[in-house]
């Protein structure tokens, strides 16, 4: 790849801003992702949603709430607003991380969780199947096609890396090399797994639970540099679809508030007792 083009276009021109690119104090992350995913993934501006009209049952309504609920929590998340980094050093054998503080990252995977994990009750496939099925019984099939846009690009963002994307929207723009082909590997990472199990794998062997995943954790951290570089990819992959989620949650957002039924809370936050303003 040519680097000069990375160090001089690692952020490309938004096709369009998602939602809440305004209320963020760190646009680095939604600057990386979202020109990326605009470009490989063909995703259309939630604005432009058409909005169709449906008498809407309170459980699915309850769910689409949810979503947007959850969505703006995250946005608000320090983690969210954060970069993460790993220096290794092989001459001084050294590892060091520059990463958000643990309890942050355990707060912030609770809610990504809500959204990642298909059998969560609002999750993103739930909240899309909620729209589709809506879309498929009012006959919107205009609806109906974007929401199938968002669900194969939620398919690809769980088996490929930003990088691996990155890499083909470059070859699609002619900026590799005659000899340069995509390979999709994770750079400095001899294992070969997808973004959705990376992301399981740190949930359900170490952050959420100390579960079915904990002995592959275990292995990556005995060795200190393998430890830090499978962090930074798991987040990595979890910004990724992070910012995918809270994307996804503008076409939520709007059709609540079609429907007079939008009750989130719009990024704005009391201090609590033990806080101060």
């Known amino acids: 790849m040519d680097d000069a083009w990375l160090s001089r276009n690692q952020v490309a021109p938004l096709a369009w801003a998602p939602w809440y690119l305004s209320a963020l104090s760190n646009t680095e992350g939604a600057a990386w992702v979202w020109p990326v995913l605009q470009d490989v993934c063909q995703l259309p501006d939630p604005q432009g949603f058409p909005v169709f009209e449906h008498e ?3 459980g699915d309504l309850a769910i689409l709430r949810r979503y947007a609920a959850v969505s703006e929590r995250l946005v608000a998340t320090s983690v969210f607003n954060s970069n993460a980094r790993a220096r290794i050093s ?21 809610l990504l969780r809500q959204l990642f994990k298909h059998t969560e009750e609002a999750s993103f496939d739930r909240a899309r199947k909620v729209l589709a099925a809506a879309a498929h019984r009012a006959a919107a099939d205009d609806a109906g096609s974007v929401l199938g846009r968002w669900k194969t690009a939620h398919q690809t963002i769980l088996k ?19 000899d ?15 973004p959705g199990a990376l992301l399981e794998v740190f949930l359900y062997g170490d952050l959420i639970h100390w579960g079915e995943h904990r002995d592959t954790v275990s292995r990556w951290q005995a060795d200190a540099a393998t430890a830090a570089l499978m962090e930074i990819n798991m987040r ?3 910004q990724t679809l992070a910012h995918f989620y809270c994307g996804f949650a503008g076409i939520v957002r709007l059709v609540l508030a079609e429907e007079g039924a939008d009750q989130t809370c719009h990024l704005t936050r009391e201090p609590g007792p033990n806080t101060s303003a």
């Open 56 to 58: 809407w049952d309170p």
């Open 90 to 110: 092989l001459l001084k054998g050294t590892v060091s991380m520059a990463a958000p503080a643990d309890d942050l990252t355990v707060g912030f995977s609770t």
């Open 160 to 178: 490929r890396h930003l990088g691996a994307l990155l890499e083909e929207m470059a070859h699609g723009r002619g900026l590799l090399g005659e």
């Open 180 to 194: 340069e082909h995509p390979s999709g590997a994770r750079p400095f990472v001899s294992e070969d797994i997808a």
């Open 236 to 238: 990595a992959d979890a």
